[in-house]
């Protein structure tokens, strides 16, 4: 079976998918699949719910959505439910289930570690497999409660750094001419991530834009300073300079070839 949270929250067995319509229930098995097995106080579940309004018989109100979410789980035909009562609240075994937000955070380990390994295609595979898992926010973002928004933070983050190390693999593999587009409408979709205005310079200019790649700089400061008051950080700047200077470095090269001396470990990332 797998539990599907990334998005609408749905359950797949062998028959196919389906959902549990309850907000609450909803709110309940995303907590304990967030937390999988591990033991989740009932106390916690019902601030996830409920926030501090609290209603009177809260206590009671958890103690029917979990039964109402084991008959859910059964209606596949398990012999046993995942879902079990532990002191001080529950646990959600997953045993040999699948959780999409785990699948994601193992492609994207493996991914990186092929970078590190310069196995720059089966980098990319990875990163596109965990991209496909996304299917929009944690429950449709239908949440409020602290254990849903730490996930759904570290989500964002991990799924734009998949972004970002996606687009470095393929511009490596020199993909530049096709990314161009991708990349501008990445930096329209997240102005304030400057690795993305990195990755579009350094598209521009290896696919012979010089002019574009300067003006996509000075795009990026004016973004910079009226949002921010900020000038353009370190990795900005470095690509200015070196696209000023046609020395070179920032052509497609192999990634044994070594850097300019001064340029910032992020920026050598960019240039392998």
Known sequence: MRYEIIGPLRIVDDHGGFSIHAKKMQILLAVLLVRAN???PASQLMEEIWGEDLPRRANAGIHVYISQIRKSIQRTGRQECPLVTWAPGYVLQLGSDELDIL???QLV???RGHLR???YEK???CFERALGLWRGPLLGDMYHGSILESAQAWLDETRMECIEMLMRARLTMGHHHELVSDLYQLVKDY???EGMHCLLMLALYRSGRRADALEAYQSARRILNQELGLEPGRDLQD???AILADDGWLDVRRPDHGLPIGSSPELAGLLA
């Open 123 to 125: 980098a990319s595979a």
């Open 239 to 241: 690509i200015q300079r």
């Open 38 to 40: 591990h033991v989740v």
């Open 191 to 193: 102005p304030l991530r």
């Open 103 to 105: 699948t994601f955070e």
């Open 109 to 111: 380990n493996t991914a």
């Open 117 to 119: 390994n310069q196995s």
